[in-house]
């Protein structure tokens, strides 16, 4: 697969600490990400950061969202700003978009498709956490909105190794490529 890297762009979604820290060992997954990190930037590849957030009381979350309902509550005494901050070892560097989004998707509630168009982004790199949700509502929607994708399978992670499985090997590949991290440094 040959790659624009011009009209590329690597997004690292939901790369926040207090999010890693529900992954049981994410040692492995982290170093994989900053792999692709240092790949994005070496070949000059921007790399945008997508987190979740919520202005102070999260008074985006509506008690119908029954994804987001139950963190209203928790949230309430939260620290937004610290809880939007990306894990200080895959953090942003100067000049690095950071998107907020507001809810699942990399482009609900965001101002994603703005930055991307402004970089003349056609091709979409992803990695995130978790592969059931961010990853996959992204995928589904820049799909629809006609970006080229290629998720990288270990720069994903979900709580169910299973559902990780099965979205990677048969589901994303009908709408991206599916790649490790170091296949993806290759190309």
Partial sequence: MEQNTQSTALLVMDMQAGILEMLPDATAFIDNVAKAIANARDKKIPVIYVTLGFRQGAPEININNKSFSGFKE?????????????????APQSGEVT?????????TGSDLEV???????????????????VVLSTVREAADKDYKLTVLSDCCADGDEQVHGVLTTKIFPRQAEVLTVNEWQKI
């Fill in 115 to 133: 930055v991307l168009r402004a970089y003349g982004i056609q091709h979409m790199v992803l990695a995130g956490i978790a592969t059931s949700g």
């Fill in 74 to 90: 928790r949230f309430a005494g939260t620290d937004m700003a610290e809880f939007m901050k990306v894990h200080r070892d895959l």
């Fill in 99 to 107: 998107v907020i989004k507001r809810r699942v998707s990399a482009f």
